[in-house]
């Protein structure tokens, strides 16, 4: 258990708090759907999404190189409310951080790797803006995970020192870089586990009692 009194959850939103937002398997459905060559989606897309991620570019302007850069029977506004679409929430843990937060009195800031509209649909669409304090999202700063930099802007944003964190996402590797800078972290696979990982970190919720909405 930590020593130090937690203060502030660092969270990634995508795979977390809800579904990424586009990731392969979303690709794929999307493909499937609209009768698109998943392996020339996948390569434009390869080439076209750290640019999209880090706010240099517009969703449309993202859509045009990738699917759009030939002629098409449907429509950009289409495909992106498609995109919109596939979007879940995972409540469980939704939950879980509204009540470490309630409890705690923790200041909530996500740092993600997000595109801005649908940063900005999933932010509106499921409330996060509700219950997490401000957002570190790549389309906002112009910086991506695994870059140290956005860790250590989330860190002067909130104005805390490393000790003073948890960081829970649920990609190895940025728990890694994380873990380096002096954050405690968790890597998150299921709600249970990570109210675990909390608790023995000094901030019990006991997530198997919880009652869930």
């Known amino acids: ?3 130090t009194k937690i203060t502030t959850l660092f969270l990634d939103i995508g795979g977390v708090l809800l579904s990424n937002g586009w990731q ?3 690709r ?3 493909a499937t759907k609209f009768n698109l060559d998943i392996s020339e989606l996948e390569k434009r897309h390869s080439l076209m999404f750290v640019t999209f991620e880090e706010g240099r570019i517009t969703m449309e302007e993202y859509l045009n190189r990738v699917v759009f850069h030939k002629k098409r ?3 950009v506004h289409e ?4 995109m919109f ?7 469980e843990m939704i939950n879980l951080i509204k009540k ?3 409890s705690y009195g923790l200041k909530i800031v996500a740092v993600s790797n997000e595109a801005r509209e649908l940063n900005d649909f999933r932010i509106q669409r499921f409330g996060l803006h509700t219950f997490i304090d401000f ?3 790549s389309c906002f700063v112009q910086l991506r995970k695994p870059d140290t930099t956005i860790f250590k802007m989330a860190l002067d944003t909130a104005q805390v020192t490393p000790d003073q964190v948890i960081y829970i996402d649920d990609v190895q590797l940025f728990v890694d870089v994380a873990t380096d800078l002096g954050i405690e972290s968790i890597c998150h696979s299921d709600y249970l586990s990570t109210g675990k990982a909390l608790t023995v970190l000094g901030l019990p919720i006991n997530p198997e009692s919880t009652q869930y909405v």
């Open 73 to 75: 029977d449907f429509t």
């Open 79 to 82: 495909f992106r409310d498609y």
């Open 85 to 91: 679409s596939l979007t879940t929430p995972h409540p």
């Open 24 to 26: 392969h398997e979303f």
């Open 1 to 3: 258990m930590t020593t």
């Open 28 to 30: 794929v459905e999307a």
């Open 100 to 102: 470490c937060k309630q």
């Open 135 to 137: 957002f570190i999202s």
